[in-house]
Every structure is written in structure tokens, then in C-alpha cells.
């Protein structure tokens, strides 16, 4: 979704997305970019999230 990357998208408004969709679950993944030196570092967030409580079941981290 567009909306996350503008911080306008929290867990809450994504749960009320699920539902409207029918969905038991969302997997949210956030992205964003550093740069050392000639390089640039990838860094990944997903959230698994249940959609009947708007909780994070669990977060995954990767950087790339």
C-alpha cells in the first residue's frame, strides 16, 4: 500500500482493510534504504497481523 509509506497506515486501519476484504490475515512489509559510502544497505520489515484483533502476531526483519 501506497498510504504506509506515508506513516498514514497503522495496524488498526489495516485490520479494518482485512475485514473489508474477508481476510483472517495481513502481512504488512515495510522497506527503506541506507546508503554508506558507495553502497546501499536494503532494509525489510513484515508483520504478520490478525485481522479479527489488529494484532502483530509476529515481525520479521531482513537486510539485503
Not at 482485512?18 to 490475515?25: F, I, L, P, Y
Not at 502481512?27 to 508483520?47: E, M
Amino acid at each position: 500500500l501506497a498510504l504506509g509509506q506515508t506513516g498514514l497506515m497503522t495496524e488498526d486501519k489495516l485490520a479494518k482493510i482485512g475485514k473489508m476484504t474477508g481476510a483472517t490475515h495481513m502481512y504488512n512489509i515495510a522497506s527503506s534504504r541506507s546508503r554508506s559510502g558507495p553502497f546501499n544497505t536494503d532494509y525489510f520489515t513484515g508483520r504478520l497481523i490478525d485481522i479479527e484483533t489488529g494484532k502483530v502476531l509476529t515481525v520479521d526483519s531482513m537486510e539485503d
